[in-house]
């Protein structure tokens, strides 16, 4: 529940602005000018805000979507990333957003449409490219979890009927599917779903559904024809890790049919050292900070040989259900060696 | 010396406190150069009229303990259309109408009224832009914020004039009597910032570092470690037993990281599990 809201001025008058006040007719709304006097002001503690997020609704000017890095690739073509919202309902001890933002409160760029002609303007640029263009949703936010309030996926998905050299990938752990389950699903749009063993997710993922909760929605989302994909990232070391994975992976791909996955994703716990910092000071009496991790050229991840242990481990029991050109393993030690 | 998180609660004038003063029973200390009474969890300093001395005050309180605290200024404040006595919290306050505002992050529950505050260098009858008006509370959540959380930072104001009947009419004992009702509702919402104060964490000494033979990287490195097997879970009697006759820093070093790689994090308990032993 929201009990503040900060609007901006510029967008007090849009449609969507009052959709999503109406959501909250007791709480209190503050006119600001800019979100940033609110979100990026100094000395706040974002596991303090993360108590009682307030939402702020703002207009995102300037860039909307740019450039995804190299990881983020699934085997398609070109990538790009956009953040309709910062933060997100969910509370997970792995978040880099903790790291990254200085405020909790959920950020909400309601200027939907601007959107949606620089993602169709971008497409447009890639018209000719043999494989389609990507656009990742989700990395910033839970892509449908907040779903009931911002209307994301219903205002979004139909606008990817109209690029069909485009697709829309939408990164979510929320059960909230109903606008999907209600349309004809489309080819260039797949919902990819970050899953952990229910015993991590119940440790690490505060508020986020379990992991059965997860399945259901994935399975009807595959049985109503929408293309889905599946995110072990982050994979979490811990004691028993194989045997605990081994169970989830085979209630994922027993519960779902592995030849209408698009694609299995894996990657350690790993954070921008700066990020790490951060975290550990929010966080200092927190295992997932304190077990295993060494750092390399910046970044702070699972010892090499650890993260390659686990990885190849977990890699292995996929492979009993999927084919090796939809799995993609991603390890810290090999993306250093491919930076620039 | 305590470490119990505190609240501070800073007010201009004694005539503004006087109602927390007397109901919470505060004893009056003989701190100077500011009157500072305190009591169990709460200390009341005065810092008289204007900026200055606010942002004075509170690096004072402030440099008397390191404990944690959560600071809240309360005060009079005027504004044009607000009913004499009624009492809110600040949403957003800024020095000039054209200013940055700074805007404290509302997270600790608050159920009654909010709103802007501009803070001014004179005493005014003018109350512009629909925002309540008063004199120390920019150099207040400024100063405070060196010293807490911004969460923790907070300021509350009872309307002690309007467009109706201005500042000529106040004196102390007017000023009290408006303060007065809101006892309660202020503690209540202390206690809710209080309750914010996230909780400390600290290591088991098994070590003294200080007198430790070994280079100021060493230390902190040494010091990582035990951080680290704290928040594994790992038992000091263990740490203990892996430093036994050890005196090289270094080798305490590699023992305890050793110890750290070995230790995995177990699932539904912080105890880690030490996958083998470990020699050095
Ligand atoms: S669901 Fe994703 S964005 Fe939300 S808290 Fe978890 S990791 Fe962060």
Redesign the interface.
């Given at each position: 529940m929201v009990?503040?809201l900060?609007i901006e001025q510029a967008v007090l008058e849009l449609e969507t602005t009052a959709a999503v006040v109406s959501r909250y007719p007791k709480a209190?709304q503050?006119v600001?000018?800019r979100y940033g006097?609110?979100f990026n002001?100094?000395?706040?503690?974002f596991?303090?805000?993360k108590?009682?997020p307030?939402l702020i609704l703002a207009e995102k000017q300037n860039a909307k979507v740019m450039p995804a890095p190299a990881q983020y690739e699934t085997g398609g073509g070109a990538h790009y990333y956009f953040s309709h919202m910062l933060n997100c309902v969910y509370d997970c001890r792995y978040c880099f957003l903790q790291g990254m933002l200085r405020?909790a409160?959920y950020l909400l760029f309601v200027n939907y449409q601007s959107f949606i002609e620089e993602i169709k303007s971008i497409a447009a640029r890639h018209v000719d490219d043999e494989k389609p263009v990507w656009f990742f949703s989700g990395y910033d936010c839970d892509s449908l979890a907040y779903e009931p309030v911002t209307r994301f996926a219903e205002t979004f998905v139909p606008a990817f009927e109209d690029i069909p050299n485009a697709v829309l990938e939408l990164r979510t752990k929320s059960t909230q599917v109903r606008s999907l389950l209600a349309r004809e699903p489309i080819n260039n749009v797949v919902v990819a779903y970050s899953l952990s063993p229910e015993?991590?997710a119940?440790?690490l993922e505060q508020g986020a559904p379990t992991l059965a909760k997860r399945l259901d929605a994935l399975k009807k989302l595959q049985d109503h024809g929408w293309r889905i994909g599946i995110r072990f990232d982050p994979v979490v070391?811990?004691?028993?890790?194989d045997q605990?994975y081994a169970q989830a992976i085979d209630s994922v791909f027993t519960k779902l049919d592995p030849e209408r996955i698009d694609s299995v994703t894996l990657g350690g716990f790993r954070l921008p050292k700066g990020f790490f910092k951060t975290m550990l000071k929010l966080y200092?009496?927190?295992?997932?900070?304190?077990?295993?991790l060494s750092e390399q050229a910046g970044l702070v991840s699972y010892?090499p040989q650890l993260e390659r242990e686990v990885l190849d481990a977990v890699a292995a029991q996929c492979r009993r259900f999927v084919s090796p050109d939809k799995l993609f393993v991603y390890y810290s030690d090999e993306a250093q060696q491919s930076q620039p | 010396m305590s470490h119990a998180p505190v609240v501070t609660m800073v007010f201009a004038l004694t005539c503004e406190a006087r109602p927390w003063i007397d109901a919470l029973k505060l004893k009056k200390s003989d701190a100077r150069p500011f009157d500072l009474y305190t009591g169990d969890s709460i200390e009341v300093v005065i810092s008289g009229i204007g900026s200055e001395s606010m942002a004075t005050a509170v690096g004072w309180i402030a440099g008397r303990s390191p404990r944690p605290r959560v600071w809240l200024n309360v005060g009079t404040a005027g504004h044009a259309t607000r009913e004499l006595g009624e009492l809110f919290l600040v949403h957003g306050c800024a020095a000039s109408e054209s200013g940055r505002a700074h805007y404290p992050p509302l997270v600790a529950a608050w159920t009654g009224s909010t709103d802007a505050l501009l803070c001014v260098d004179h005493v005014s009858d003018q109350y512009p832009g629909g925002a309540a008006v008063d004199m120390e509370s920019m150099a207040f959540f400024n100063a405070a914020m060196r010293f807490s959380n911004s969460e923790l930072v907070q300021s509350m104001k009872v309307v002690s004039d309007n467009e109706q009947s201005g500042v000529e009419h106040l004196n102390s004992k007017r000023i009290t009597e408006l303060m007065q009702p809101h006892v309660d509702a202020v503690m209540r919402y202390a206690a809710n910032l209080l309750s914010l104060v996230p909780a400390s964490f600290s290591v088991t000494t098994v070590l003294d570092l200080e007198s430790l033979r070994a280079s100021h990287s060493i230390k902190q490195q040494i010091q990582r470690a035990l951080h680290q097997l704290a928040a594994l879970d790992v038992d000091a009697e263990r740490v203990s037993d892996v430093l036994q006759d050890q005196t090289n820093a270094r080798d305490m070093l590699t023992r305890l990281q050793a110890l750290v790689s070995n230790t995995a994090p177990m699932l539904g308990s912080t105890k880690g599990v030490v996958k083998e032993a470990t020699n050095g």
């Amino acid at each position: 529940m929201v009990d503040t809201l900060y609007i901006e001025q510029a967008v007090l008058e849009l449609e969507t602005t009052a959709a999503v006040v109406s959501r909250y007719p007791k709480a209190r709304q503050i006119v600001i000018d800019r979100y940033g006097e609110v979100f990026n002001s100094h000395a706040q503690n974002f596991r303090t805000q993360k108590q009682n997020p307030s939402l702020i609704l703002a207009e995102k000017q300037n860039a909307k979507v740019m450039p995804a890095p190299a990881q983020y690739e699934t085997g398609g073509g070109a990538h790009y990333y956009f953040s309709h919202m910062l933060n997100c309902v969910y509370d997970c001890r792995y978040c880099f957003l903790q790291g990254m933002l200085r405020s909790a409160n959920y950020l909400l760029f309601v200027n939907y449409q601007s959107f949606i002609e620089e993602i169709k303007s971008i497409a447009a640029r890639h018209v000719d490219d043999e494989k389609p263009v990507w656009f990742f949703s989700g990395y910033d936010c839970d892509s449908l979890a907040y779903e009931p309030v911002t209307r994301f996926a219903e205002t979004f998905v139909p606008a990817f009927e109209d690029i069909p050299n485009a697709v829309l990938e939408l990164r979510t752990k929320s059960t909230q599917v109903r606008s999907l389950l209600a349309r004809e699903p489309i080819n260039n749009v797949v919902v990819a779903y970050s899953l952990s063993p229910e015993p991590v997710a119940a440790e690490l993922e505060q508020g986020a559904p379990t992991l059965a909760k997860r399945l259901d929605a994935l399975k009807k989302l595959q049985d109503h024809g929408w293309r889905i994909g599946i995110r072990f990232d982050p994979v979490v070391w811990h004691a028993g890790y194989d045997q605990t994975y081994a169970q989830a992976i085979d209630s994922v791909f027993t519960k779902l049919d592995p030849e209408r996955i698009d694609s299995v994703t894996l990657g350690g716990f790993r954070l921008p050292k700066g990020f790490f910092k951060t975290m550990l000071k929010l966080y200092p009496e927190h295992w997932l900070f304190n077990a295993g991790l060494s750092e390399q050229a910046g970044l702070v991840s699972y010892q090499p040989q650890l993260e390659r242990e686990v990885l190849d481990a977990v890699a292995a029991q996929c492979r009993r259900f999927v084919s090796p050109d939809k799995l993609f393993v991603y390890y810290s030690d090999e993306a250093q060696q491919s930076q620039p | 010396m305590s470490h119990a998180p505190v609240v501070t609660m800073v007010f201009a004038l004694t005539c503004e406190a006087r109602p927390w003063i007397d109901a919470l029973k505060l004893k009056k200390s003989d701190a100077r150069p500011f009157d500072l009474y305190t009591g169990d969890s709460i200390e009341v300093v005065i810092s008289g009229i204007g900026s200055e001395s606010m942002a004075t005050a509170v690096g004072w309180i402030a440099g008397r303990s390191p404990r944690p605290r959560v600071w809240l200024n309360v005060g009079t404040a005027g504004h044009a259309t607000r009913e004499l006595g009624e009492l809110f919290l600040v949403h957003g306050c800024a020095a000039s109408e054209s200013g940055r505002a700074h805007y404290p992050p509302l997270v600790a529950a608050w159920t009654g009224s909010t709103d802007a505050l501009l803070c001014v260098d004179h005493v005014s009858d003018q109350y512009p832009g629909g925002a309540a008006v008063d004199m120390e509370s920019m150099a207040f959540f400024n100063a405070a914020m060196r010293f807490s959380n911004s969460e923790l930072v907070q300021s509350m104001k009872v309307v002690s004039d309007n467009e109706q009947s201005g500042v000529e009419h106040l004196n102390s004992k007017r000023i009290t009597e408006l303060m007065q009702p809101h006892v309660d509702a202020v503690m209540r919402y202390a206690a809710n910032l209080l309750s914010l104060v996230p909780a400390s964490f600290s290591v088991t000494t098994v070590l003294d570092l200080e007198s430790l033979r070994a280079s100021h990287s060493i230390k902190q490195q040494i010091q990582r470690a035990l951080h680290q097997l704290a928040a594994l879970d790992v038992d000091a009697e263990r740490v203990s037993d892996v430093l036994q006759d050890q005196t090289n820093a270094r080798d305490m070093l590699t023992r305890l990281q050793a110890l750290v790689s070995n230790t995995a994090p177990m699932l539904g308990s912080t105890k880690g599990v030490v996958k083998e032993a470990t020699n050095g």
